[in-house]
């Protein structure tokens, strides 16, 4: 398939924000793209491979301009001028290209399969991985392309390609193009397994839709962690359980999941990257004190103290750099225990459709604790004092709380899914809401005062899982700390976009919209219904929202991305959970 073609494709989805249209947009390219398609898919995405392949394109902003000045004989100089006025890269090469470069007589067919294999070659992935090698392919890309064509292709060399699809969008794109509606959930489960889109389409357009139905854990392969949803009291947690669950520590550390096979290890954090070499001694540990042909296992890493079993909070080993967390030099003097709770894979057999209570049996047969690895303490019990009990031991002992686990026949472990089969109950602050949000910010208000020159306000958004779309929250103006605040022009800067982007609903229109991608935990007094504010709109009021009052920022969450927000069905269920509270007292 010709470039070019994609590239009609994708002016077409900027067009458009409405979900719908750009899932058949999607189906109607992949169905043309043939043999193209694996890659075709993760192009979309703006990506060579998976994520978790850990695949950087690489070629800095500057090194891309220089290039740009190389092919077109202009000063950098002028063509820093182009890019300050548009704002992208992108843009600023498709100027460029139209406005008359070079190009070679012969020139080369700009088919999808050329174009990924030189993105391949300017992600070093081959091993040319030199400056020179990764420029020269950018050139040659630049002059055998045209003017649309440079300024998607830069676009994904940047990590600034923002067609507004998340996976699931593609997802259902490649459902429309090649299957049927009535298999989406277990594709989904597929991909919540194996989350790699490209794998996905494969298969899908082979008509192999039992390997997809029949898809599980893959040892080596990250998967997508299940999740938890929340109650404000253990009272409704046992109902909400049918008075058949149990109950364990709620750690306060890094999700980290474990896959061993045949001698070699990896680990993956939430966020599916992986993090094996900064766990060095749960490496060397597990291999000494466990001997299995294969297993995959989850669990919560904590610093500890192996004197007093005292648990520290997970800043104290690590530093924030980019997107993830570095571990310190710290971690020689404070060592890292991983607090196993769930086990989904064990010498070649999948167990993640056996109830909780048996996976736990499995865990509790098969791992003997040690100073590297223990089980989450666990009770079973339907006795509210005994439960009580057990969650203020765990808050004592440096935990968040607790999280209730069902017991019941249907406990899977249901991958990359929210639900009732985990239930959290963490610590109630008074006259507070007991737990924080993860928000997405979508726009900013210019600052005034104080804040001349960066950001006043922050509008923030919830995920709405089941539209896809992001919705109003709240207004951020408290929290920050004057180094946070200086910060945030970096961290949102090149995330203005010049229109509201797709997928997020929004009645407020602030200076600056910002493409979703930040996520930030906030700390909040109570949610109330709000006219401005378009979360839950229509659902508790109609013509109304709900909103957050007085937020404070409390961290950004790096390791989260937008669609693992803070969903709007959450907050409606925080919402509801306070009425209660209210009329008891
Ligand atoms: P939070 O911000 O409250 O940690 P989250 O969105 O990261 O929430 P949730 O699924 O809502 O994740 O809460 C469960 C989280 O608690 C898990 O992601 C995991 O990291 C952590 N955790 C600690 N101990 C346990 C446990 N025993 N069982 C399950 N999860 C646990």
Redesign the pocket.
């Known amino acids: 398939m010709d470039f070019s073609d994609v590239a009609s494709y994708f002016s077409r989805m900027e067009e458009t924000t409405k979900r719908l249209e750009l899932t058949s947009i999607l189906a109607e390219l992949f169905k043309r793209s043939g043999d193209d398609l694996k890659k075709l898919v993760y192009l979309v995405q703006g990506k060579l491979m998976p994520d978790y392949l850990g695949i950087e394109l690489g070629l800095s902003d500057k090194l891309i301009i220089k290039s740009l000045s190389k092919a077109s004989g202009r000063s950098e100089e002028d063509i820093n001028r182009i890019f300050s006025r548009l704002g992208d890269l992108g843009s600023t090469a498709e100027e460029i290209s139209s406005s008359g470069i070079q190009r070679p007589l012969l020139k080369e067919s700009l088919t999808v399969d050329y174009v990924y294999n030189q993105l391949i070659k300017i992600s070093g992935y081959t091993g040319h991985g030199s400056i020179k090698t990764k420029m020269d392919a950018y050139i040659d890309l630049l002059i055998n392309s045209g003017p649309m064509e440079i300024k998607y292709i830069t676009r994904i060399i940047t990590g600034k390609l923002r067609l507004g699809v998340a996976d699931s969008t593609i997802l259902d794109g490649l459902i429309e193009a090649f299957s049927e509606k009535k298999y989406a959930d277990d594709i989904e489960t597929a991909y919540n397994f194996h989350p790699d889109l490209g794998y996905i389409a494969e298969n899908l357009m082979m008509g192999n839709i039992n390997e997809l139905l029949n898809a599980g854990p893959v040892p080596l392969i990250p998967f997508k962690?299940?999740?938890?949803e929340?109650l404000q009291s253990i009272s409704d947690i046992r109902n909400k359980m049918g008075h058949n669950a149990s109950y364990?520590?709620?750690?306060?550390?890094?999700?980290t999941q474990l896959h061993f096979l045949k001698g070699g290890i990896k680990i993956f954090s939430?966020g599916l990257e992986e993090t094996t070499s900064s766990f060095p001694d749960i490496v060397q540990n597990f291999k000494s004190y466990y001997s299995f042909d294969s297993c995959i296992i989850d669990g919560?890493s904590v610093p500890y103290n192996p004197e007093t079993g005292e648990l520290y909070p997970f800043q104290m080993v690590s530093k924030r750099r980019g997107r993830k967390y570095e571990l310190t030099e710290k971690t020689r003097e404070v060592p890292i225990v991983m607090?196993i709770?769930?086990i989904l894979y064990l010498n070649g057999k999948s167990l993640v459709n056996l109830p909780y209570p048996e996976r736990r049996s499995i865990l509790e047969k098969n791992f003997k604790e040690n100073e590297y690895f223990k089980l989450?303490k666990r009770i079973v019990s339907d006795d509210e004092h005994d439960i009580m009990k057990f969650f203020e031991r765990s808050i004592e002992e440096g935990?968040?709380g607790i999280?209730a686990?069902s017991n019941g026949i249907d406990s899977i472990y249901r991958a990359g899914a929210?639900g009732w089969l985990?239930i959290?109950f963490?610590r109630d602050y008074q006259s507070e809401l007991s737990?924080?949000l993860?928000l997405v910010v979508v726009g900013a208000f210019d600052g005034h005062g104080r804040r001349k020159g960066t950001f006043g306000a922050l509008l923030l958004a919830c995920y709405n899982s089941k539209d896809d779309t992001f919705e109003t929250v709240c207004k951020l103006g408290s929290g920050f700390t004057d180094e946070m605040l200086s910060e945030m022009p970096r961290l949102l800067g090149d995330k203005i976009v010049e229109k509201k982007p797709a997928r997020v609903n929004s009645s407020m229109e602030p200076d600056h919209w910002i493409y979703p991608s930040l996520v930030l935990?906030i700390r909040g007094a109570e949610i109330t219904v709000s006219p401005v504010h378009t979360c839950a709109m229509n659902i508790i009021e109609k013509g109304s929202g709900l909103a957050l009052r007085f937020p404070r920022l409390i961290k950004p969450r790096d390791d989260?991305k937008p669609e693992?927000a803070t969903t709007t069905n959450e907050i409606i269920e925080m919402y509801k959970a306070q009425k209660k509270v209210i009329e008891k007292s």
């Open positions: 962690v299940m999740l938890a929340r364990e520590y709620k750690y306060d550390g890094l999700r939430r919560e607090f709770f769930d989450a935990c968040e999280v686990k929210r985990w959290k963490k737990d924080s993860d935990e989260k693992d």
